[in-house]
């Protein structure tokens, strides 16, 4: 097994992506809220980059039975019915629906690795049901959302417990360690003196900026490691949980 | 004190450097060998983009005291005096000389910080006078100069014992600690779990593919801490050593 990860977004993969399973990363707070959607019932989650794009895509889909979720500076879209805090996907609110999600980070992260074999949504929430899934794939590609096209020191600490989880799961039968690249070990050291506390998060540049505007709870979920057993899929632009075997 | 860094050079600086200090990093190799070079006698380092663009400004200085200095693909460039290797900088070869220098990534990491108030060279061979230089500076910026616009561990590592320095020495006079960014907390852990040896240069990505064209002992100049009490400075495109008050 090789793993790469990318810490922001790049303009183009130096190498081609199509036998890779790419892992995408926005713990503050896109692939932590979609996990919360899906485990609770949601049918599917759409990524949009554009909140003009995401609009229309609701349109035709079906308004009836379609949510508009994501946020732009942290806070909801205006005219959006959700915004982008893990503690609104509510089994009440989300079952059988239908969303379609527009961030300012998180999307363009998966609009990024969409050329990609395989994608899927990682957060510290479902951390080990993604590593299980994965641990069979010979190149992980795990892609950090990144803040603004800068290094997020959450993304970054969760990309390396995906890393150690690999790495250990490896350890633990005897098998050949996977190969890292640079960046997967600098995530690897991070993680190793590191947890990934709601308090560590309110420290990062991205979770004092979700204190600052009031949603420093959202932390606490966010925070929540392998609080769920699920990992989202990218299939036809949607993420979804695939039936299990 | 405020300290960022940066794994790449970014597209453009999310805010103003005019009042900040820039330290640019490409430890694998060229701040390495140009504080060789300056360290042994060069007159002044012209850190240059383009190849053709540096031949150029050579022939304007005038051949006879210019060298052409610099590699592409790790190797000297065609035509070119010398390489980018820290080993071909001896004083016989550079004493009282000019050198205009091309590399694939570190030049581009000088021409993105252009535009800040002050920019120095830092490496491992001049850490602490490069500290002891910004330690009063209000805005120090950190900018690696990354493999081919991704993360690169060895400058990552360098980031993180500058950063490390700056703090310790506000530590000891009992001043406020550095303001950090992500990054430059991410650089920070990975230099408290990372010794800059040259097996450890060996195996980051930049430093196995030296290895593999035959110039590994090149990583046992870039991992000497401290080697030189100089830091160059650029001044009207070029890098020189200011004299000391």
Not at 14 to 35: C, E, F, G, I, K
Not at 193 to 218: R, Y
Request: with cysteine; net charge negative; aromatic share 4%.
């Amino acid at each position: 097994m090789r793993i790469e990860v990318f810490f922001t977004p790049p303009e183009g993969y130096p190498t081609s992506l199509q036998d890779a399973t790419v892992a995408v990363v926005d713990v503050v707070r896109a692939t932590t809220s979609m996990v919360e959607a899906l485990a609770h019932g949601a049918r599917a989650v759409f990524p949009v980059v554009a909140t003009e794009d995401a609009v229309r895509l609701a349109v035709s889909l079906g308004r009836e039975d379609t949510l508009l979720c994501g946020e732009r500076r942290g806070e909801k879209v205006e005219g959006f019915d959700l915004g982008n805090s893990p503690r609104e996907y509510g089994p009440d609110v989300v079952a059988d629906k239908r969303l379609v999600w527009s961030t300012t980070n998180g999307t363009r992260a998966f609009a990024a690795a969409g050329e990609a074999g395989r994608v899927v949504a990682a957060a510290f929430t479902n951390l080990s049901a993604c590593a299980r899934e994965v641990a069979d794939t010979e190149h992980v590609v795990v892609q950090c959302a990144g803040r603004l096209g800068r290094f997020a020191l959450e993304d970054a600490l969760c990309a390396g417990y995906l890393v150690n989880r690999l790495v250990e799961s490896r350890d633990a039968v005897g098998e050949t360690r996977p190969e890292l690249d640079d960046a997967a070990r600098a995530a690897r050291a991070l993680a190793q003196a590191v947890e990934p506390t709601q308090a560590f998060l309110a420290s990062t540049e991205g979770g004092a900026k979700l204190v600052e505007i009031g949603l420093g709870e959202d932390l606490a979920v966010c925070a929540r490691v392998d609080h769920h057993d699920v990992v989202p899929e990218l299939m036809d632009q949607a993420l979804t949980l695939p039936a299990r075997g």
